[in-house]
């Protein structure tokens, strides 16, 4: 199983980027899905999770109404789009995936997740 996340890079404030999460070796139609980010100096936060079936998703407060994640199954994808950038969203972001039953199952819980990608650096100047 190997999630490979992507998209990131450096960016100015007010700009966006869209990360993907690209899933191999799992039914990934089968696997909520969540977003982590981590900067330097801090513990690993969560950002924004969504159901295995994409009806239901949850996000963490300081990217709520700025940052949106979305699934394609067929692609074996997960996004993240984020907008309205500050500096504080400097961090590398991960992706991880739990397999679940539940079809509108989301979790910020770190622990709940069995796999993890690499990571992918954001940083945004002001």
């Known amino acids: 199983v190997q999630l490979q996340a992507s998209g990131g890079g450096l960016v100015q404030a007010g700009d966006s980027l869209r990360l993907s999460c690209a899933a191999a070796?799992?039914?990934?139609?089968?696997?909520?899905v969540g977003w982590f980010r981590q900067a330097p100096g801090k513990d690993r936060e969560f950002v924004a999770a969504?159901?295995?079936?994409?009806?239901?998703?949850r996000y963490g407060d300081s990217v709520k109404a700025r940052f949106t994640i979305s699934r394609d199954n067929v692609k074996n994808m997960v996004y993240l789009q984020m907008n309205s950038l500050t500096p504080e969203d400097t961090a590398v972001y991960y992706c991880?995936?739990?397999?679940?039953?539940?079809?509108?199952?989301?979790?910020?819980?770190?622990?709940?997740?069995?796999?993890w990608g690499q990571g992918t650096q954001v940083t945004v100047s002001s």
């Open positions: 070796g799992l039914t990934f139609s089968r696997f909520a």
């Open positions: 969504v159901s295995w079936s994409g009806g239901s998703a």
């Open positions: 991880a995936a739990v397999q679940v039953i539940q079809r509108d199952y989301t979790t910020p819980h770190q622990s709940r997740y069995d796999y």
